[in-house]
């Protein structure tokens, strides 16, 4: 029976899985909307995984979590290991790419930008304040054009004189785009002109001051829009990969990371029926008053997490169980 390695990364967004083989092979994978419920988004990309797999010869022998809810889902699936995101796009890639220097990735609320030189992480930068350069962005405007999010891309595909559309922040281009379209521009332009808007930003905030140097490597969900990486394209003057499990590279780069850690053990798909939940628990050891977490496993307390000194009321939070 084959031994295999599981990863899930939670974003704000979307929430994805993947198992692989030590060979970095990819043998089942999801990718479903987080809707504001992580804790309800793991259980079904787990499920779905398992559906996959199931009658499969293989057993899991590791499961690590990345993402912005990795600590609270790497309770849930007691993982072997807890991974920040910029690492774990990184071993991912690498594992596709082994030459990238450059990896781009803009997700639903967030983006990044992770420089490699000889394999190894030299430099990153995020972006988690301003919406104008990431994958909400693009959907808010296309809801405001009443066109699909899917067919964004093929649109801005079909554009011959892409509207200039002020990037700098969602303000300015949402008011750009509204005087553009009352003054006839065509919604092929106009979504040229957006997915240009989005690249401008990218490289003006989160690219700023980095080398860019090739090959460059796109991943994320706004890399499945073809217009944003045409956009880079013309934009950087190079040629831009796009792999095609791009949108679950963090979830398998954390779950070769898992693979390769010490702290090996069998995965359970039992987490269907468990009872998760968590709670918000404002401290008040000291003058911070940290707003801090508590997870429960069947009205069981688990940890707690927020506090920003060892006075943090640990045991408070598990009075709240």
């Not at 005087?179 to 401008?200: F, P, Q």
């Not at 990486?229 to 779950?255: F, P, R, S």
Request: hydrophobic share 40%; glycine share 10%.
């Amino acid at each position: 029976m084959q031994e295999c390695y599981l990863g899930v990364d939670i974003g704000s967004i979307s929430t994805k899985a993947a198992v692989v083989n030590p060979a970095a092979e990819l043998l089942a994978s999801s990718y479903q909307w987080t809707e504001g419920n992580p804790i309800s988004a793991v259980k079904r990309v787990i499920a779905d995984v398992d559906g996959q797999l199931r009658g499969t010869p293989i057993r899991i022998v590791a499961c690590g979590t990345t993402g912005s809810a990795r600590k609270l889902c790497g309770l849930m699936l007691n993982a072997t290991l807890v991974k920040n995101e910029i690492t774990a796009h990184a071993v991912g890639t690498l594992s596709r790419y082994p030459k990238v220097q450059t990896i781009f990735e803009i997700g639903g609320q967030d983006s990044k930008i992770i420089i490699l030189r000889s394999g190894v992480v030299i430099d990153y930068a995020m972006n988690t304040l301003c919406a104008a350069g990431t994958g909400a962005f693009l959907s808010s405007q296309a809801r405001r054009l009443g066109i699909e999010i899917r067919q964004l891309g093929e649109l801005a595909l079909m554009s011959t004189k892409p509207a200039r559309i002020a990037g700098r922040c969602t303000v300015f281009s949402e008011s750009d785009l509204i005087h553009k379209a009352n003054i006839g521009y065509s919604k092929e332009d106009l979504v040229a002109g957006l997915c240009r808007a989005i690249v401008h930003n990218y490289l003006n905030n989160v690219g700023k001051g980095k080398e860019i140097m090739p090959p460059i490597v796109f991943q994320g969900g706004v890399s499945l829009n073809a217009g944003v990486v045409q956009a880079i394209e013309e934009i950087t003057g190079y040629k831009v990969l796009v792999d095609e499990n791009a949108h679950v590279m963090g979830a398998i780069g954390v779950a070769l990371l898992a693979g390769n850690s010490a702290a090996h053990h069998e995965f359970s798909f039992d987490i269907y029926d468990t009872d998760f939940k968590t709670l918000g628990y404002e401290c008040q050891g000291c003058q911070n008053a940290c707003e801090m977490v508590c997870a429960f496993r069947n009205g069981k307390f688990l940890d707690a997490w927020g506090n920003r000194c060892e006075n943090g009321a640990v045991s408070a939070c598990a009075a709240l169980g």
